[in-house]
């Protein structure tokens, strides 16, 4: 097991940027992958971007991509999600989550397949 601990949520305006970060603990962190997701008020938890364990493969949702950018860096255990041109739609609580699977990071968008957790970060874009 990996805990998550994530930082650099807040408010910002239609167009504006913000970078999230997920410190992990453990000495596996570069075994794991590592994705976010969001969630806004009464919708379901929904796939933003995910990185495989070396940090070679990105896969995105389309809504986001070409505007977000995940990476990750495993000699510091921390993985980012940099969010640029946000839009309002953009707003909600943002997690990243980890799992150790061999799987092809394509199939790993369903929140379901992820069993580590960040505490999630609330991230406003006001128009």
């Known amino acids: 097991q990996v805990q998550l601990v994530e930082s650099g949520g807040g408010l910002v305006q239609t167009g504006g940027s913000l970078r999230l970060s997920c410190a992990a603990s453990?000495?596996?962190?570069?075994?794991?992958?590592m994705g976010w997701f969001r969630q806004a008020p009464g919708k379901e938890r929904e796939f933003v971007a995910v990185?495989?364990?070396?940090?070679?493969?990105?896969y995105y949702a389309n809504s986001v991509k070409g505007r977000f950018t995940i990476s990750r860096d495993n000699a510091k255990n921390t993985a980012s999600l940099q969010m640029d041109s946000l839009r309002s739609e953009d707003t909600g609580v943002y997690y990243c989550?980890?799992?150790?699977?061999?799987?092809?990071?394509?199939?790993?968008?369903?929140?379901?397949?992820?069993?580590?957790w960040g505490q999630g970060n609330q991230v406003t874009v006001s128009s």
């Open positions: 990185v495989n364990p070396s940090g070679g493969s990105t």
């Open positions: 453990g000495r596996t962190f570069s075994t794991y992958v």
């Open positions: 989550a980890a799992v150790a699977t061999p799987s092809t990071i394509g199939f790993l968008t369903n929140h379901r397949r992820y069993d580590n």
